[in-house]
C-alpha cells in the first residue's frame, strides 16, 4: 500500500477536511494525544497564520474540540450560504448546468443537515426550472430530484426539436425573391455622359439635339 499523504486544509470545506483526518488516523493508528498535533503540522495559509495566533491564548489538545474551534472559524456561514443558495438558485442555461449547481448547494446542505427530506429538495429544484420545462415537470410532483431530473431533460429535449421545427419551417416559407441591392447613386454619371455625347456630335458635325448631320437650316428644322 502506497504512502498516503496526510489532507491539507487552507480554510475552505473544514467538515471534508476532518473526515479526511479520521481516515489517516484510522489507517495509519494515530494515537488520540498526537491527533491535534498532526492536524495543525498541515494547515496552510490564513488557516495556518490564524492557528499560529489562536494557540497563544488557547490551549487545545482534544480532537473534538479542535474540530470545533476550527468549524466555527472557518464553517459557521457554510450552512447558511448553502441554503439561501438554493433557495435562490434558477435555471439560466440547460438542464445539466442547473441540476450540477443544485445537488452541488443540496450536498452542501445534507453534509451540515440531513434533516431535510426529498421532497423538500424535489420541490425546490422544480420551482427553479425555467417555465417552459417547470410546466410540464410540476404536474409529475415528483418526490426525488433525480426523478424531477429525468423529467425535466425529456421536456428539454422536446423544447429544442420544437424550436429547431420552428426554425426550419420558417426557412421553407421563407420568400424567394431577394431584395436587389441598388447601386449607390453618382450624382456626376448623368453629366458625364452628357458631356461625352455633346463632344461626339461636336466632332462629328452632328446635330447636338438629334444627333443627325448637322446642315444649313437643320437647327430650325430640329427644333
Not at 106 to 113: A, K, L, P, R, V
Not at 170 to 183: T, Y
Request: proline share 5%; hydrophobic share 35%.
Amino acid at each position: 500500500l502506497p504512502k498516503l499523504l496526510f489532507p491539507k486544509f487552507g480554510g475552505t470545506t473544514p467538515k471534508i477536511w476532518f473526515d479526511d483526518c479520521v481516515n489517516y488516523f484510522t489507517i495509519y493508528s494515530v494515537p488520540e494525544h498526537l491527533k491535534v498535533t498532526a492536524a495543525t503540522m498541515h494547515l496552510e495559509g490564513n488557516a495556518r497564520k490564524w492557528w499560529q495566533a489562536y494557540r497563544q491564548n488557547h490551549a487545545v489538545t482534544e480532537w473534538s474540540k479542535f474540530c470545533e474551534v476550527v468549524q466555527e472559524k472557518f464553517g459557521a456561514d457554510d450552512f447558511r450560504n448553502a441554503i439561501n443558495g438554493l433557495l435562490a438558485l434558477k435555471q439560466t442555461r440547460n438542464v445539466e448546468d442547473y441540476t450540477a449547481a443544485f445537488q452541488a448547494l443540496q450536498y452542501d446542505i445534507t453534509m451540515h443537515n440531513n434533516h431535510y427530506d426529498d421532497i423538500f429538495f424535489a420541490s425546490t429544484y422544480v420551482v427553479g426550472l425555467k417555465d417552459e420545462i417547470r410546466a410540464v415537470v410540476e404536474p409529475h410532483v415528483p418526490t426525488i430530484v433525480d426523478r424531477a431530473v429525468v423529467i425535466a431533460k425529456i421536456q428539454q429535449r422536446t423544447v429544442e426539436r420544437n424550436k429547431l421545427k420552428t426554425t426550419k419551417n420558417f426557412q421553407v416559407n421563407k420568400p424567394w425573391h431577394q431584395k436587389v441591392e441598388q447601386p449607390p447613386f453618382q450624382p456626376n454619371q448623368n453629366l458625364q455622359r452628357f458631356r461625352q455625347l455633346r463632344d461626339y456630335r461636336k466632332a462629328n458635325n452632328l446635330c447636338y439635339s438629334c444627333g443627325e448631320k448637322y446642315e444649313p437650316g437643320h437647327q430650325a428644322v430640329c427644333s
